[in-house]
Antibody, heavy 122, light 107 residues
């Protein structure tokens, strides 16, 4: 049974750095074909993919946010951490982490965390 | 970036109806297309992956088809729990992108 859960601050001030942790169980990020992604969703909008870390340590980033994002794993703790610098009120959203499964080149998000609402305000 | 365009943006339907949602990619994505359902306040849940493969545990009233740039999600015999928002997502290449969503509402 795969589970993921996001944790971190619910409120950050503009210009601050957001750090969110995804704690997962039921899979190993060292297993071929596995990945963990971060996505966010503003109310009434579609999910927006932010970043993805594959089992082989390949990192992918959304081009417009690449300079502000970093993703890293702590395999000993089964955690993936998202850092997003220079937060702005437009970054207010629910942030999700999700398990990505790869097979024959096809990938999809088969398990998601419950999401955590992050507000950016002074 | 690959743009994903869904239609319609919303639709009204009744229990028992058959619903069709379409998704168009801005370039050929072969069959690298996934469909998700999202209920209010919940995370998205994958229904279909690789354009037409039903995710385990998803009812067979959901089906997907298409390849290249044009894709379809069909829900037959709509059930009360199917009133939700549906998103397509391409996994052909990063940045991974989603359609804007189709909200299925009670008629």
């Amino acid at each position: 049974q795969i589970t993921l859960k996001e944790s971190g601050p619910t409120l950050v001030k503009p210009t601050q750095t957001l750090t969110l942790t995804c704690t997962f169980s039921g899979f190993s990020l060292n297993s071929r074909g596995a990945g963990v992604a971060w996505l966010r969703q503003s109310p009434g909008k579609a999910p927006e993919w932010l970043t993805l870390l594959y089992w082989d340590d390949d990192e992918r980033y959304s081009p417009p946010l690449r300079g502000r994002l970093s993703i890293m794993k702590d395999s000993s703790k089964n955690q993936v951490v998202l850092r997003m610098t220079d937060m702005d009120p437009v970054d207010t959203a629910t942030y999700f982490c999700a398990h990505l499964i790869s097979g024959s080149g096809h990938e999809h998000f088969d398990y998601w965390g419950q999401g955590t609402l992050v507000s950016v305000s002074s | 970036d690959i743009q994903m365009t869904q239609s319609p943006s919303s639709l009204s339907a009744s229990v028992g109806d058959t619903v069709t949602i379409t998704c168009r990619a801005s370039q050929n994505i072969n069959k690298y297309l996934n469909w998700y359902q999202q209920r209010p306040g919940k995370a998205p849940n994958v229904l279909i992956y690789s354009a037409s493969t039903l995710q385990g545990g998803v009812p067979s009233r959901f089906s997907g088809s298409g390849s290249g740039t044009d894709f379809t999600l069909i829900i037959t015999s709509l059930q009360p729990e199917d009133f939700a928002t549906y998103y397509c997502q391409q996994s052909y290449k990063t940045p991974l992108t989603f359609g804007q969503g189709t909200k299925v509402e009670f008629k």
